[in-house]
């Protein structure tokens, strides 16, 4: 099959969006290697590295805009459809919420991935027009597409509840573990990092950015309440408001010095920050998929997450759940992991990351597409 993808964000954003499309397209090109991915983009910006990785395989296509018609105005557009079409592209997959204007009279299937309903769950994060354009283009494609990818059942349940999309439409794919964090980290290689970033020697991890939603407040008031008070916290990521916030807390609470923040951390060492800690806790209270419980998982380290959205999805029986309004409740949690109740945990980690292996990701992409591709041609 020829696969054609909204590939912007995939080869030109760091973050979330981006991360999601090249795990999918690493997974397809290692595991569905009779194919053809072409990624289309409007400009390749700073995105050598991405381009470069994805490119070594003979089965992927970097195509840009050619004559007149360039930008967004192509991504979205005449300009890729008729691009598409001389590829001979049979699906067109908008990795991230978008498929141009007129593809549905292509005689091309389409499938688009929703993932967070942010601007729904917290609307003053957003602009009254942008929450407006969000909720129109969301609106356009999930009525345009033949299909549509969730990333967890809860997605799903969320998607049909919002805007009325018939269930049968939306297949559930799960985002691949990544190997990177399967490897395990020697540990001369682990006192290295220890040492580099100031990390403590006792510590849980807390991965999230600092904002209401990932919570972390809740975690700074646990961290007061757990037994062992040598345990520090770690967190990543810049000073911003709410971090005032939560370090003005910390220091009410008496915690301030047992919490340590690492301003940026290359991707390369974060499998070792997660392999060092004790736990990790994720007390977001609203995700659509869970990188950060797998790769915990992947690193044999015990689990505990905010229950409310996809994280039992994603933990399974290899995670302990506590609510995300309740510090005691994430204390009592932390301590039964880091003490009677870590064994268990770590014995059902393996079964748990195997439903999230690169290989079923791409198998479940692969029928999807192999199916669209043959309703298409029954269309005809």
């Not at 090109?29 to 395989?57: E, K, R, S, W």
């Not at 682990?190 to 919570?215: E, M, T, W």
Request: charged share 20%.
């Amino acid at each position: 099959m020829v696969i054609g993808f909204d590939a912007k964000y995939v080869l030109n954003d760091a973050g979330g969006l981006g991360h999601y499309g090249r795990i999918a397209l690493e997974a397809l090109t290692a595991h569905c290697t009779h194919n053809d991915y072409i990624l289309y983009t409007p400009d390749t910006q700073h995105g050598t590295l991405n381009i470069n990785q994805l490119l070594v395989h003979s089965s992927v296509h970097l195509k840009l805009p050619k004559g007149s018609s360039t930008g967004e105005s192509w991504r979205t557009g005449k300009g890729v459809l008729k691009a598409a079409h001389r590829h001979g592209v049979q699906v067109y997959h908008g990795l991230t919420g978008m498929l141009p204007d007129g593809l549905e009279y292509t005689g091309i299937a389409s499938v688009v991935t929703v993932g967070t309903l942010l601007h729904k769950r917290y609307p003053k994060h957003f602009s009254f027009f942008k929450r407006f354009f969000i909720e129109r283009a969301n609106k356009k494609v999930l009525r345009r597409a033949d299909a549509v990818i969730a990333l967890s059942e809860f997605s799903k349940r969320e998607i049909v509840a919002e805007y009325g999309v018939d269930p049968s439409k939306i297949t559930v794919v799960p985002v691949a573990s990544e190997q990177l964090f399967a490897t395990r980290i020697s540990e001369e290689m682990l006192a290295l990092q220890r040492s580099n970033y100031g990390l403590p020697k006792h510590y849980i991890l807390v991965p999230g950015n600092f904002d209401s939603r990932h919570n972390i407040s809740t975690a700074v008031e646990a961290l007061a309440k757990v037994a062992d008070e040598s345990l520090h916290m770690v967190i990543v990521g810049r000073r911003n408001s709410y971090y005032s916030e939560m370090m003005h807390l910390a220091e009410k609470m008496g915690v301030k010095d047992r919490i340590v923040r690492i301003k940026t951390v290359a991707m390369t060492d974060m499998p070792a920050i997660y392999q060092m800690a004790q736990a990790v806790v994720v007390p977001s209270r609203y995700e659509c998929t869970s990188l950060s419980v797998v790769r915990a998982l992947q690193s044999g380290v015990p689990v505990v997450a905010a229950t409310g959205s996809c994280m039992e999805e994603y933990g399974g029986d290899a995670a302990v759940y506590f609510s995300p309004d309740s510090p005691t409740d994430l204390a009592s949690a932390i301590d039964g992991v880091l003490t009677t109740g870590r064994e268990s945990l770590l014995q059902a980690a393996p079964a748990q990351v195997e439903k999230f292996a690169p290989e079923r990701m791409a198998s479940s992409l692969n029928a999807l597409y192999r199916s669209l591709k043959e309703m298409k041609k029954s269309q005809k």
